[in-house]
């Protein structure tokens, strides 16, 4: 039984999220222990829960230690299953972190999947479901990854009451990226939306976007809905000719929409001006895919995030895959020996 360290680098839940994936992929027998011994409240919350179960779900595994509060679990997986599923974190906690573990899973499911997770869409600390929609899934599509995901409702904190559905086909094989460069700048794609909240909160986070990123091309496009949960937030994404970056800020009681919009350009004129072929979130959620692939894959980024660095940590323990590092240049090489 191969043996994590829970608290190693970043030391949250992405260690478990990715290992139980892992393990589901290659068929390993894994214990995790010390699991988010660097969070404020430490252990399985609600949303990794989900996550775990959902992964146990697709390929039938068998587990101790999947409760709440719980600081170690063992994971015993079968064969990925493909079909019908659906999870409900039962709070705010984040479909988007529940899909992380569940879509890297279904790479090796033995037919078509589809996925409906019930929470949070868009929640503090976890990628908006729009990062998914506009940067994460296109660049898997790069890679033969083809993922529909559909919003049905969107969920904020603390209600929740968010429903995606995600669909995938197992590709024969997981093609590699090699992102040497951005290529031009084509366009700035900004997504304004507000959920049972006046409409001329979208249009200040938008005044403010435009403002703040005066001389670059934007387009804005405003989303208003209605659902359990209120909330209000603003998407960019950067798209070049090989690549595509983003950037986001959500609304906060207190915080006037205008700062939101700030915020939102300020974190994009970072990625623009870092010089990564791919943001700092999304580095992370591609790697995992990158080791699977068939061949070599490398990318840039403005800088080594505790997240990338713990990934590139963990997955040379499932994986025959060698990660280098050369500044902020990363090259992935599969070792299909």
């Known amino acids: ?98 899909l992380q573990a569940c879509l890297l899973t279904c790479l090796r499911a033995d037919g078509p999947v589809t996925l409906t997770i019930r929470g949070g869409t868009n929640v503090w600390m976890s990628p908006p479901v729009d990062h998914y929609q506009n940067v994460l899934l296109p660049m898997l599509r790069e890679m033969h990854v083809d993922v529909e995901l559909e919003v049905l409702q969107r969920g904020f ?62 387009v804005t496009e405003r989303r208003l809905s209605s659902g359990p949960s209120s909330g209000a937030g603003i998407y960019l994404c950067a798209k070049y000719e090989n690549t595509v970056l983003g950037a986001d800020a959500l609304g906060e009681r207190g915080v006037p929409a205008e700062r939101v919009g700030e915020l939102a350009a300020e974190r994009m004129r970072d990625e623009l001006d870092g010089g990564g072929t791919l943001d700092v979130h999304t580095a992370d959620q591609l790697l995992p895919y990158m080791a699977m692939a068939a061949g070599d894959s490398s990318f840039k980024v403005r800088e080594l995030t505790s997240h990338l660095m713990t990934q590139m940590w963990l997955l040379p323990q499932f994986l025959p895959v060698d990660i280098s590092v050369d500044g902020t240049a990363v090259s992935v090489s599969p070792n299909r020996t």
């Open 1 to 98: 039984m191969l043996r994590i360290d829970g608290s190693y680098g970043e030391g949250g839940g992405q260690i478990l999220r990715s290992s139980v994936a892992l393990s589901a992929l290659t068929g390993k027998d894994i214990e995790i222990a010390n699991i988010r011994s660097k969070r404020e409240r430490c252990g399985l919350a609600a949303q990794h829960l989900t996550a775990v179960r959902g992964v146990a779900e697709l390929c039938g595994a068998a587990m101790e230690g999947d409760e709440i509060g719980s600081t170690s679990l063992k994971f015993r997986p079968g064969e990925v299953q493909g079909g019908e599923y659906e999870f409900n974190v039962g709070t705010a906690g984040s479909v988007t972190l529940v």
């Open 157 to 218: 904190y603390p209600q929740g009451g968010g429903i995606v559905t995600a669909s995938l086909a197992p590709p024969r094989a997981v093609m590699p990226l090699r992102l040497e460069g951005r290529g031009r700048l084509e366009m700035i794609n900004g997504t304004s939306f507000v959920q049972n909240l006046p409409e001329h909160i979208a249009q200040r986070m938008e005044h403010a976007v435009r403002k703040s990123l005066l001389g670059e091309r934007i």
